[in-house]
């Protein structure tokens, strides 16, 4: 008891210094109102780590740091008077309360009563992937893939995914190094997951440089609403457990490959500067670009590998060749241009780090001989979001500028042919006139991972260092509020740029 005194003394020094949302005062103020309000872990040993609550005004709210089967939780807190639930009187430390539905809680002072609404999440809202390795095995490298099983607690938002066997392994390049690591799963047999189609290799993004987490999820629903590839990637945030240890917020989604489900046919090909040196590469005559062929998997040397190298040679001596604008022997009879179109619409408008023709750059060279742009892939470092320190970075992360359109090899060349340059004008013109409809996305999308962002960063500290749920949350709403008016700012200067090509 003597332990939890000196605690809430400590406690209530910090917050009457700190400020901020919660309300403070000292012991001999009589006034009734409560000082702080948490769920310690050695009261409620289900807890992995203590939750503090926020109060403001006569309302108390707050996330729970781990997911319990049970709400009935003893409460932490400090007051100058009685405290009592449904007419009981309640003792801090140690009377349990059930907090599955919003509590009132009553503080009475001799100079009267105070009520306060106290509305506690049961940790995050999102889904829950639950990762078992063998023998608790640690994933430590891209190239071992470790055994283990699965399951998805689907929330109610998605459908449950029974648990199943599964290998595991790191994915990514420099992501790879971040501490927060991105994953590559391998089903034991195909299965739908979280509502996609069925398919055995899936991929946990963990975007680490994205401080507001959707950049990516927004890319590919801007893809699924206003393009027009073959096939347009599906994903699902969610909380990952690995060996009973909360990873954060990551977003599982389909990996790329060759199948009915996904890419139809032929090879998935992509510009990659980073492609290992055991990677299946090849550089194209003309312009020298780094070709990796991703899937199916080809050897270097093998008749697929040598058809695919000549497939994209000739199309690069085409594109430059003086009658890249014959209707029939011109680079459009290889090329589907609506592909490209939408592809530069897509990365241009976030100003994607990585595409102009650096990395992440995917392609799919038909069974017909047809070379289509796409899927998309990777958006952590657009949208004004370029977090190393390059020269480049000011420009690429001005609202204003193109930076694909000049950057991108082929691209270049595809915009002295006007009727590129009329589809671009065309297609744009769909995206700007529901730029109000893709504002308030974000905005949706944000808003539904509250709760996530803020266990996220007590296990990574993205945002704060000092683990407070409204400091957090404040953090978060000015990042997605400047994402935003980066965002609009991008319209704007899109919008004249594209008008006067």
């Known amino acids: 008891m003597a332990r939890k005194l000196i605690f809430s003394m400590m406690a209530l020094l910090l917050l009457v210094g700190c400020g901020g949302d919660s309300v403070g005062g000292d012991g001999g103020d009589q006034q009734p109102k409560l000082n702080y309000f948490q769920f310690l872990q050695s009261d409620n040993p289900q807890l992995l780590r203590k939750a503090v609550l926020t109060i403001s005004s006569d309302q108390i709210s707050g996330v729970l740091t781990s997911?319990?089967?049970?709400?009935?939780?003893?409460?932490?807190?400090?007051?100058?008077?009685?405290?009592?639930?449904?007419?009981?009187?309640?003792?801090?430390?140690?009377?349990?309360?059930?907090?599955?539905?919003?509590?009132?809680?009553?503080v009475a002072t001799e100079e009267g009563e105070k009520s306060y609404t106290v509305d506690v999440s049961n940790f995050s809202e999102l889904p829950v992937v639950k990762i078992e390795t063998q023998n608790q095995a640690p994933i430590l490298n891209k190239e071992d893939w470790i055994a283990g099983t699965m399951l998805l607690d689907g929330k109610g938002f998605v459908p449950n995914l029974p648990t199943m066997t599964i290998e595991i392994r790191g994915r990514?390049?420099?992501?790879?190094?971040?501490?927060?690591?991105?994953?590559?799963?391998?089903?034991?047999?195909?299965?739908?997951?979280?509502?996609?189609?069925?398919?055995?290799?899936?991929?946990?993004?963990?975007?680490?440089?994205?401080?507001?987490?959707?950049?990516?999820?927004?890319?590919?629903w801007l893809g699924r609403e206003y393009a027009n590839f073959d096939w347009k990637q599906n994903g699902q945030q969610v909380e990952l457990f690995l060996n009973g240890e909360h990873k954060g917020t990551y977003y599982l989604c389909e990996h790329i490959k060759v199948d009915k489900n996904r890419?139809?046919?032929?090879?998935?090909?992509?510009?990659?500067?980073?492609a290992a040196a055991d990677e299946p590469v090849f550089y194209t005559a003309i312009t020298r670009l780094p070709f990796n062929v991703k899937d199916p998997e080809v050897a270097v040397g093998s008749a697929e590998f040598a058809a695919v190298e000549k497939a994209v040679n000739d199309f690069e001596a085409i594109l430059y060749g003086d009658d890249f604008l014959d209707e029939e022997a011109g680079y459009k009879s290889i090329a589907e241009i609506e592909s490209f179109v939408d592809w530069w619409i897509s990365n241009e408008f976030s100003k994607n780090a990585d595409a102009t023709f650096f990395t992440s750059c995917y392609m799919n060279l038909t069974a017909e001989g047809k070379i289509k742009m796409g899927p998309l892939w990777d958006y952590d470092l657009g949208w004004g979001n370029y977090v190393f320190d390059f020269p480049s970075t000011p420009f690429i992360n001005s609202p204003e500028g193109f930076w694909i359109k000049d950057g991108a090899e082929w691209i270049t060349r595809m915009f002295e042919d006007p009727e590129f340059v009329a589809l671009v004008k065309e297609k744009w013109s769909v995206m700007y006139a529901d730029r109000a409809v893709i504002v308030e996305k974000i905005k949706e999308l944000t808003e539904r991972q509250l709760a996530s962002v803020y266990l996220n960063d007590l296990r990574w500290q993205r945002l704060s260092d000092v683990g407070d749920y409204s400091l957090i949350r404040t953090y978060y709403k000015r990042e997605v509020n400047n994402f935003i008016e980066w965002i609009n700012a991008r319209f704007v200067w899109m919008n004249s740029a594209i008008e006067s090509l």
């Open 172 to 220: 990514g390049n420099s992501t790879w190094d971040y501490p927060k690591k991105p994953y590559a799963i391998k089903l034991g047999s195909k299965a739908e997951v979280a509502g996609m189609p069925a398919h055995k290799r899936w991929v946990l993004l963990a975007h680490w440089n994205d401080k507001i987490g959707i950049r990516t999820e927004l890319a590919f």
């Open 67 to 106: 997911e319990v089967q049970n709400m009935s939780l003893i409460p932490d807190f400090w007051l100058g008077g009685v405290a009592k639930v449904n007419g009981q009187e309640v003792v801090s430390g140690q009377t349990k309360i059930d907090f599955s539905d919003k509590v009132v809680f009553v």
């Open 263 to 274: 890419v139809p046919d032929g090879y998935v090909i992509e510009i990659d500067e980073k």
